[in-house]
């Protein structure tokens, strides 16, 4: 049995219905009101050896008055599969012919699979994947076009858009994403945490740079559509890993004078990850705080999940790992006196004496669900939260720094280094500033990383009470 399956879940139900005429594939399809079918003719057995949870084995039978000239034998046999992407199902088509009572008999057979999750092969253990872009079955497209807004969502199995090359998003990036995680349950269920929250931040980025803004309802529809499409590649539960979700909102309507778009595409796409920094929690990063390079002006696009915002810290992050410094610590761009914010995610310092979460608040701050739900833990678990100013050198009194965000969940920072010249200096010169955090040994994890990795975690694996409605559930 592959991982993840139980003998409960080897269950195969069995209903059978008649369908009168089955004229075309396309229409079996709709009868199973299929939102995007993948039709295939294949004659590859039904089967393919992974664990069912439960499936749906229809027979259609059509009768129909026939002549033939085969001597009165029955023949027959399979003559056409029909593959339905998202249910996993497939129809084959068997006719008889009985040429003393001049009848021919079509039976169909669908015959589904509803997969599991965690049983998608991939090339490495779920714990190692990583946090690197997989193939997995389709993803879903939605497009806006002005005067007709949004089309039915799409399920489209290559990973490639043709775009017109006159695209905003091309010239003037005009474009945004969100990111997101799904996990496997004990029971087996898979869960989406906060998707609400993405969709209104996706919302207010589209506000920002002029993109027509995405309904929150939609927005979870497609995200449970994909999560469901691709549901064997969700990690199973206990191997620490989650289904990533990466709404992607982009002008692809062509304008060569500075504009917006009058054609939008939103895609939704979903591969398995792990770690976004090697060894996750039980590796500390050490972070370089960036003098040379700024992330967002104080009045810019950094409070939006812009692509820009990523551009631009290419350059900076490239140089940051070329150093040795896994993570980039942002300041402000007018005074350079302020923490921002990290390359890939938010900041959070604790003092453990007084029991404080500090992280900054700022304009030019990306806000971070991971960092609300932490708040939110933070003072569930008496913490006092102050969400301010932080001044660099603060740094001196934290305790504990975290890097927080969806892709990196809680990640330890053992320190943050203000090199003496930003391009000649290498880690572990003398002349630079080390804030070192941890207890004596800065790669020890420190007591409230661990409490609050450990509650999110529990949280978004339904091992502990969802007590702020934070899991959307995906039936598959
Ligand atoms: C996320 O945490 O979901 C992000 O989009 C950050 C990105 C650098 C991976």
Not at 135 to 141: F, G, P, S, W, Y
């Amino acid at each position: 049995m592959m991982p993840g399956s139980t003998t409960k879940d080897a269950v195969m139900r069995v209903a059978s219905f008649s369908l009168l005429i089955l004229s075309s594939p396309s229409l079996v399809c709709d009868a199973f009101q299929q939102s995007s079918c993948i039709i295939g003719h294949n004659r590859h057995p039904v089967g393919t050896g992974l664990p069912i949870r439960s499936s749906n084995n229809h027979s259609l039978h059509t009768n129909a008055n026939v002549n033939n000239n085969n001597n009165g034998k029955r023949t027959g046999g399979i003559n056409n599969i029909i593959s339905s992407s998202n249910n996993n199902s497939k129809l084959y088509v068997s006719t008889e012919q009985d040429q003393e009572k001049e009848t021919t008999t079509t039976t169909t057979t669908v015959i589904t699979e509803k997969k599991l999750p965690g049983t998608a092969v991939l090339d490495k253990p779920w714990k190692d994947l990583g946090f690197e872009f997989r193939d997995t079955n389709a993803h879903v497209k939605l497009t806006w076009k002005e005067g007709e807004g949004w089309s039915k969502p799409e399920l489209v199995k290559e990973p490639y858009v043709n775009v017109h090359i006159g695209a905003t998003a091309l010239h003037y990036g005009q474009a945004c994403f969100e990111g997101l995680k799904a996990f496997t349950h004990k029971d087996g269920d898979v869960y989406c945490f906060r998707p609400e929250e993405n969709a209104a931040r996706m919302q207010s980025s589209c506000r920002r740079i002029m993109m027509p803004e995405v309904p929150t309802e939609m927005f979870c529809d497609a995200v449970k559509t994909v999560v469901r499409e691709n549901i064997e590649y969700v990690p199973p539960y206990g191997s620490d890993g989650a289904l990533y979700i990466r709404p992607l909102l982009f002008g692809s309507g062509s304008r060569i004078g500075l504009q917006p778009a009058d054609e939008y595409n939103l895609i939704i796409l979903a591969m398995p990850v792990a770690d976004y920094y090697k060894g996750g929690l039980s590796n500390p990063v050490d972070a370089l705080i960036i003098k040379n390079y700024d992330r967002a002006a104080p009045q810019g696009v950094g409070a939006v999940k812009v692509a820009g915002n990523y551009a631009a810290d290419l350059l900076p992050n490239q140089l940051s790992k070329q150093k040795g410094f896994p993570i980039g610590l942002y300041l402000d761009a007018k005074t350079q006196q302020y923490i921002e914010e990290f390359s890939t995610s938010n900041f959070v310092g604790i003092d453990n004496t007084n029991k404080r979460y500090i992280t900054p608040s700022s304009p030019s701050v990306l806000p971070s669900i991971t960092n609300k739900s932490l708040m939110q833990i933070a003072t569930d678990e008496g913490y006092t939260v102050e969400a301010r100013d932080v001044k660099l050198d603060e740094l001196e009194s934290f305790d504990e720094v975290l890097a927080v965000g969806t892709a990196v969940v809680v990640t330890p920072v053992g320190s943050a280094t203000i090199l003496d010249d930003c391009e000649k200096s290498t880690k572990g010169d003398e002349n630079n500033i080390v804030y070192e955090f941890g207890d004596d040994h800065h790669d020890e994890l420190g007591e409230t990383t661990k409490t609050l990795y450990k509650i999110v975690r529990e949280i978004q694996n339904g091992e502990r009470d969802d007590i702020h409605g934070w899991n959307m559930k995906v039936d598959y």
